[in-house]
């Protein structure tokens, strides 16, 4: 719970107080004082009197009540602090700079254990351990970094990286970027991420709160809660970019299957801010350029107009816009041929415009409205403007600010004069604008933010044969079930299975063969990899040929049957499903064959997966052309597709001991998709 003597409180003491500006209880009091904090300030450290002009005492217990406690002390002189302050001062916030905690093992991780408890014990809130601080409206509460002035209308910012918070806010403020309420929750011993974004939605007003969110953190200990947060912030018109830390997989583990392999912590994330309508970013460069993208106005459609004085970035925007699947329409036409004329021989209006190193800030406006008022297949500009340094640009950056202000289609700002140029761009972000200063970046990331979806409604699953799926399960507590047992679950979800039947000797295989149909597919029933060890035989046509090959495939080590299969044809499937930790079930699905074993061509997301988002999962998929069909080639159903990840949600609802399966292959058609195999574990 994040208290009201956190956000506005009326009293602060700093503990740990000092007149030495370069220790942070000293930086700390410094901005709190430069800012105009109106309420009263306390210092403790029992070396000094007075600090910076306030009133020091010489330990917690000779303090007045106070209602926000700063702590910048040695680790272990901090519980000690906290229990006087909150049983005695009726303190209730704490923000805890100090290191030494759970970081550093099992000792600091019982201290923070501690700590929290007092906290806990008064209903207060404790920011950090090893933090940089809190800043608001009414005080600036931080010891590092550059602070920013308060926006009401800025971005809100949590950082579980104090480093990272100001490496941030340095690359944010010179490109214009406003802040309203930052965090820093260090090792959110009892406020994390999660909480933030709580708060942020349970108080959000259409009226005053900022739209415009910016996370950075290294773990999210609760999924589900940070869904719900998230989910309701972007439902509620708000726009969130984050930064997810640690996305690549340490050391290796052993799988048994190609959901396994593929699946895992990092996918889960992106599956996770995908659900939750968040634009992942891996940069402070990319989330400094999603949050300026989030202050233009929105862009409605894909369709722009790339005008420069300069030719190489207005190609190079061009190639990185096109290659995001945006549009540079060619203009021609007596519209063009007007705009043409207005500008010096030489330049070009055939987008991107280009009206050369030139070109003025009358040329500029003229251009911008031809784009606002006569070319309708433009839905908005990019605007590259630098100098050489050989004149100024207050006048052309006088009319951009003009024209972004008034026009209807937004016009997103590169100005990459940043040394030649710098009072210009000063002045420009002082008129309340952002800026971008690499044009490649820029459209990297613009296509990106472009290409978000609506956020999924929730999902409406098919039924299933819930008290039959609940039968299997529970006579299996663990381990995998065996290749009858997955066929009745699948059956029991609605999946269509391939005709098939498990035996245990040479007649009971000719029998079956015959009563299933030739052609079959004969597999060993025990090893994982059949395929590696010559475990599956293709084509079989005949009793005589399905009495050899038993005889085969019984001869291979660790076998302990054969399974029969109706041979079917089309285009290979896969499908699979993980539970990961406390995200629940990934759901995974893409194309089998080569496309999972290679390319590993997957779209993933969390279930519940309803029809919209199986669909645009399908979409995801870089082969997706050959599920629609190509070069008069037959494609798979989407229909079938989606219904069938439906269902395969449904089944985990229905059976969350389901630890990992994969359905690979289902072979499908226009017509048909059918499960051919699947392996299904028991956790």
């Known amino acids: 719970m994040i208290t009201e003597q956190l956000l506005n409180p009326r ?50 217990a000779a303090l ?83 602070v920013p002035e308060y926006d009401a209308m800025g971005c809100d910012c949590v950082s579980a990286s104090g480093a990272t918070m100001v490496y941030l806010l340095e690359m944010a403020i010179p490109r214009g970027l406003k802040f309203r309420d930052i965090f820093s929750v260090g090792n959110s011993a009892q406020i994390g991420v999660e909480d933030v974004l709580q708060y942020w939605d349970e108080t959000f007003d259409p009226e005053t709160s900022s739209r415009v969110k910016l996370l950075y953190m290294e773990q999210i200990a609760d999924p589900k809660r940070f869904l719900k947060h998230a989910w309701s912030l972007v439902q509620k018109g708000c726009r969130i970019a984050a930064i997810k830390a640690g996305s690549t997989e340490a050391g290796s583990r052993a799988v048994s ?35 300026a993208i989030f202050s233009i106005k ?121 040394i030649q140029a710098a009072e210009e761009v000063s002045h420009f972000q002082a008129m309340g604008h952002v800026n971008f200063t690499d044009e490649v970046s820029f459209g990297y990331v613009l296509t990106r933010v472009n290409k978000m979806q609506p956020l999924y409604p929730d999902p409406v699953l098919p039924a299933v044969d819930t008290q039959k799926i609940r039968q299997i399960v529970e006579k299996n507590p663990a381990g995998y079930l065996s290749p009858a047992q997955v066929f009745e679950l699948l059956e029991a979800a609605g999946i269509v299975t391939v005709r098939q039947a498990t035996v245990m000797s040479k007649e009971a295989a000719i029998a079956q063969g015959e009563a299933i149909g030739f052609p079959l597919v004969m597999k060993v029933v025990g090893p994982v990899h059949k395929s590696d060890m010559g475990g599956v035989v293709t084509g079989v046509k005949s009793p005589e040929e399905v009495a050899n090959t038993y005889a085969t495939l019984m001869s291979l080590e660790g076998v302990e049957g054969v399974l029969l299969q109706q041979q079917v044809r089309g285009i290979e499937v896969y499908m699979g499903a993980k539970a990961e930790d406390a995200y629940g079930h990934q759901i995974l699905c893409g194309l089998g064959g080569i496309f999972v074993e290679v390319f590993k061509d997957v779209s993933a997301a969390l279930a519940p997966v309803g029809r919209e988002e199986a669909t645009r999962m399908i979409r995801r998929l870089k082969s997706y052309p050959i599920i629609q069909g190509v070069r008069g080639k037959e494609g798979v159903s989407e229909e079938l597709l989606v219904a069938t990840l439906m269902k395969l949600s449904a089944l985990l609802q229905a059976a969350p001991e389901i630890t990992e399966m994969d359905i690979n292959p289902l072979l499908g058609t226009p017509q048909a998709l059918v499960a051919v195999d699947a392996r299904i574990l028991i956790g």
């Open 64 to 146: 007045p009540e106070v209602d926000l406690a700063i702590i910048a002390v040695a680790a272990q002189y901090v519980e000690e602090a906290l229990s006087t302050l909150a049983f005695e001062k009726n303190c209730k916030a704490f923000i805890l700079f100090s290191a030494g905690f759970s970081e550093t093992g099992p000792q600091g991780e019982a201290l923070e254990k501690r700590c929290v408890e007092i906290v806990n014990a008064v209903g207060g809130t404790l920011i950090g351990p090893n933090c940089i601080g809190v800043l608001t409206q009414k005080y600036k509460g931080v010891f590092a970094g550059p």
């Open 298 to 418: 929105p862009l409605k459609g894909d369709r722009l107009a790339v005008i420069t004085h300069a030719g190489g970035p207005g190609v190079m925007l061009t190639d990185i816009l096109v290659k995001g699947g945006m549009q540079v329409p060619h203009l021609e036409g007596p519209k063009a041929d007007a705009l043409l004329s207005r500008l010096y021989p030489g330049s070009s209006v055939a987008n991107p415009i280009d009206f050369l190193a030139t070109g003025n800030a009358t040329q500029l406006g003229e251009i911008l409205d031809f784009v606002e008022n006569e070319f309708d297949e433009i839905d908005g500009a990019v605007v590259v403007f630098g100098t050489t340094g050989m004149w100024r640009v207050d006048d052309v950056y006088q009319v951009l600010h003009e024209k972004i202000r008034s026009c209807r289609k937004p016009i997103f700002p590169i100005l990459p004069s940043a």
């Open 257 to 291: 299957s190609h959901t396994g392999a593929l699946a895992g912590s990092n996918t889960a994330v992106s599956a996770l801010f995908r659900k939750a309508g968040i634009i992942r970013c891996y940069s402070r460069i990319e989330l400094v350029y999603v949050a």
């Open 11 to 60: 009293s602060i003491a700093i503990i740990g107080a000092s007149n030495d500006i370069s220790k942070p209880g000293g930086k700390v009091l410094h901005n709190i004082l430069a800012h105009g904090f109106e309420g009263q300030l306390y210092g403790v450290n029992p070396k000094e009197q007075q600090v910076q002009g306030i009133a020091c005492y010489p330990a917690c």
